[in-house]
Structure formats: C-alpha cells, structure tokens
C-alpha cells in the first residue's frame, strides 16, 4: 500500500508565493525511491494537466510552458518527498494539485498514464 500525502495549499494573492509538498510512504517504496515524481492539477470545470516532473536517477524535470519560470520542482530521495515551489502565482493558477508517483521507470511522464500512485490533492486558490 502506497500513501501520498499533500500539504502546502492555500488561497493567495496574484503575485505571491505558495510551496507545496509531498511525502510517499508505504512498503513498496521502504527500500527505494519512486521513479518519477510529480504534479498535475485540476482548474475548475477542466481535465487533469501536468504541471512537473523529476526523475529520480538523474534528477531530470520537465515543465508545463505554462508555469516555466515560476514553479520549481526538487526531490529528497532519501525522504520520498517532492516540493513544488510556486513563485508569482496567477489566477489562472487556481486548482486542485495533486502528487504523482511512478512505481517503475516510464518515458512519458507529462502524462497521467505515466504514474501509479495519486495524492488526495491539495486546493491552490490565487485570488486576483
């Protein structure tokens, strides 16, 4: 059994600053680290999309073009852990954002279908 534990979100206004973060607990990640790690979000009325990713043997990210600059993904290995830092957030920033975590190794990681364990999610409000 594979937990994913979110804390971080809030309301803010536009131009400020949120982090977020993540803990993945459970036996089948006690000897090692997921592979990637990750967050998506969900904005109101529309479909999951991703956000960020981070591999875990080479530390490789990738961005969504939408929050390139501003948000910032890292990974503590030794923890399980992923933070998202979030700098001059938008309204259009406004979400669910919800931790991913990929058991195996996968190509596509800017995909849902890249990841096998979700957190509940954690709502990001940016007020305008």
């Known amino acids: 059994q594979v937990q994913l534990v979110e804390s971080g979100g809030g309301t803010v206004q536009a131009g400020g600053s949120l982090r977020l973060s993540c803990a993945a607990s459970?036996?089948?990640?006690?000897?090692?680290?997921?592979?990637?790690m990750g967050w998506f979000r969900q904005p109101p009325g529309k479909e999951r999309e991703f956000v960020a990713a981070?591999?875990?043997?080479?530390?490789?990210?990738s961005y969504a073009d939408s929050v390139k600059g501003r948000f910032t993904i890292s990974r503590d290995n030794a923890k399980n852990t992923v933070i998202l830092q979030m700098i001059s957030l938008k309204p259009e920033d406004t979400a669910v954002y919800y931790c991913?975590?990929?058991?195996?190794?996968?190509?596509?990681?800017?995909?849902?279908?890249?990841?096998?364990?979700w957190g509940q999610g954690t709502q990001v409000t940016v007020s305008s």
């Open positions: 459970g036996r089948t990640f006690s000897s090692y680290a997921p592979h990637a």
């Open positions: 991913a975590a990929a058991r195996v190794y996968r190509i596509r990681v800017n995909h849902p279908e890249g990841f096998d364990y």
């Open positions: 981070m591999g875990r043997s080479d530390s490789s990210t």
